[in-house]
T-cell receptor, first 113, second 115 residues
Framework: DAKTTQPTSMDCAEGRAANLPCNHS???????VYWYRQIHSQGPQYIIH???NNETNEMASLIITEDRKSSTLILPHATLRDTAVYYC??????????????FGQGTRLTINP | DTAVSQTPKYLVTQMGNDKSIKCEQN?????MYWYKQDSKKFLKIMFS???????INETVPNRFSPKSPDKAHLNLHINSLELGDSAVYFC??????????????FGPGTRLTVL
């Protein structure tokens, strides 16, 4: 699976959009970009995933560059409850049962009141 | 109606003891996982079972033995506990379906402290 690089930490004001970048310059054509987050003392939580196109769900938007070498997770109106460590993970999808997630250090996002 | 549950939430024990952590999922998933998060907060996969069959076995000491009595349960038994086993252990589950995106759902974690 391709390696990802994320900033160690970021701050964002409550109510503003939080934009979390991720570099994955060695991503291959069949690898997806996944985002998970881990709120303090809880298990990781799936946020969103994408292959080539931009994606949006009720939690966030995912913008993937045309060359697919980087992506940005956008939390449109950050709240204090969005304070967490955010993990960008790149991996091949769909191998029967072999879906291990390789977590890096992630980005510690702090939402300030 | 917890999706993935683990017991116990906290486990404090002495070195050399044997302990088990239980995991249950009510999502109808076929695949379950154990991850370990150490003091530096890195999450690493340990094992994965698909329909009660072991399919992922990372480099884990053989003191760790997963057991899957049915596809809704994956227990982790640890023999001869060592100080370095202190960590938070997370169970997860997913559909594990070939050819599809497979979201993993994590349990709340079990904090193991070995004294």
């Amino acid at each position: 699976d391709a390696k990802t690089t994320q900033p160690t930490s970021m701050d964002c004001a409550e109510g503003r959009a939080a934009n979390l970048p991720c570099n994955h310059s060695t991503i291959s054509g069949n690898e997806y970009v996944y985002w998970y987050r881990q709120i303090h003392s809880q298990g990781p939580q799936y946020i969103i995933h994408g292959l080539k196109n931009n994606e949006t769900n009720e939690m966030a938007s995912l913008i993937i560059t045309e060359d697919r070498k980087s992506s940005t997770l956008i939390l449109p109106h950050a709240t204090l409850r969005d304070t967490a460590v955010y993990y960008c993970i790149v991996r091949v999808a769909g191998i029967q049962g072999a879906q291990k997630l390789v977590f890096g250090q992630g980005t510690r996002l702090t939402i300030n009141p | 109606d917890t999706a993935v549950s683990q017991t116990p939430k906290y486990l404090v024990t002495q070195m050399g003891n044997d302990k088990s952590i239980k995991c249950e999922q009510n999502l109808g998933h076929d695949t379950m996982y154990w991850y370990k998060q150490d003091s530096k907060k890195f999450l690493k996969i340990m094992f994965s079972y698909n329909n009660k069959e072991l399919i992922i076995n990372e480099t884990v000491p053989n003191r760790f033995s997963p057991k899957s009595p049915d596809k809704a349960h994956l227990n982790l038994h640890i023999n001869s506990l060592e100080l370095g086993d202190s960590a938070v252990y997370f169970c997860a589950s997913s559909y594990g379906t070939s050819g599809r995106i497979d979201t993993q759902y994590f349990g709340p974690g079990t904090r193991l402290t070995v004294l």
